[in-house]
């Protein structure tokens, strides 16, 4: 049996935070996510990667946006963004952060970015955002 739609675009989103140059999260300040505890534990593994906090008061409702260096690469919200560039990911965001800390250190564990076939399942697959959202849509009317 393969991954699921959400364990293959958590493992995606984790690859693209770690291979990111500046990681800015922003959520409502309501959030309880523990942005300092996945700063430290990946900058013990891998210092380059710099991740900066944001809890951004205009943001409104249970949602997570993901940047690097300025432009949005995931979006953890039931809303679906436009832009097809961006990882849509429609899920809680409390669980979605508990998954997503465990995949990244996981593969910061293994050495990724700097390592090959460390990637954790996809990784030797070109990202299709369109497709993973065509599955996400036939998830939700289910």
Not at 6 to 32: P, V
Request: charged content about 30%.
């Amino acid at each position: 049996m393969g991954l699921s739609t959400y364990d293959l675009s958590l493992w995606e989103i984790s690859r693209r935070a770690l291979r990111s140059e500046k990681l800015r999260f922003s959520f409502e300040r309501k959030t309880k996510i523990d942005l300092q505890k996945l700063s430290n534990a990946i900058s013990d593994s891998a210092p380059s990667i710099i991740i900066e906090m944001e809890k951004d008061e205009k943001i409104t409702g249970d949602q997570i946006i993901i940047r690097n260096n300025g432009k949005i690469i995931g979006l953890i919200s039931q809303s679906e963004p436009r832009d097809t560039d961006c990882l849509w990911i429609p899920n809680e965001i409390n669980k979605f952060w508990n998954d997503f800390e465990k995949r990244v250190l996981h593969l910061v564990e293994a050495g990724y970015p700097g390592c090959i076939g460390c990637g954790g399942p996809g990784s030797n697959n070109e990202w299709n955002e369109e497709q993973n959202r065509i599955e996400f849509r036939e998830l939700r009317t289910k």
